[in-house]
């Protein structure tokens, strides 16, 4: 295969629709058309619009029919359309382009077209890649590239069930808040000192609780010696040697 670090994208790329905002979830054409092939009186005047899609549904493009990440989508409905450009679509301004990199390093311009085709729709567009080759890097940094200059968020899934697991993820979380993934702050002061000592290398959650315990407070735990340190239960003397260095380290760089 060529090297896919290369300018190799680069003309299809430039050539390619990046989204502007605001950007608001299309569909194709299609209904589009039928529309103005009937005010036209053409011969296809009494075809119907599709039906409108379940909102609790991720929408399946028919041509994903066969995939078997779909039998790992397990607990949110599925609903298989044609009028739809991406491979999944998630949410009202969400969608999801599937590509097995597999699949990639023999049609490495087949994701350019599928962007080309997508154009400015929806306001996050996913691009779910299963790494299924032995040797990824190297298509994975094309991916990357890709994926910074269109505004895709790029997802990885090592097998089917992964894969699967990643677009139910997104359906559910269509309409939570935020801040359900977001760190939680810590209002109480002793998990606070807790969450503090954890961050010096390589003390743990057991040994900060530990340590709280056995001094007390923060200062009678600065003011110990290393000795001492090294003396409690479970600490020993590399965790104490490097929990006195830090501890004992201006705040200030000279």
Known sequence: MDDLNDDSFDDVLASMEMPTAPKQPKLQAASDSVASSSSGGSSVAGAAKPPPSNPHSVLVHSKQRGNPILKCILNVPLEFRDDIVPDYVVGRT??????????????PDYICQ??????????????????????????????????????????????????????????????RPPDLIMERVESNPHQKLVAALTNIKPINKTDAVTLLQIFGNLENLINASEERLSQVMGLGPRKAKKLYKTLHEPFLSK
């Open 94 to 107: 969400s969608c999801i382009l599937f590509l097995s990199l597999k699949y990639h390093n023999l049609n």
């Open 114 to 175: 599928r962007l080309k085709e997508l154009g400015k729709m929806y306001e996050l567009r996913v691009l779910l890649v299963q790494v299924d080759t032995p040797e990824p890097h190297n298509a994975l940094k094309s991916l990357t590239r890709i994926s910074l200059l269109a505004d895709l968020t790029m997802m990885l899934a090592w097998n089917a069930e992964e894969a699967g697991k990643i677009i139910e993820t997104y359906k559910q979380f269509e309409k």
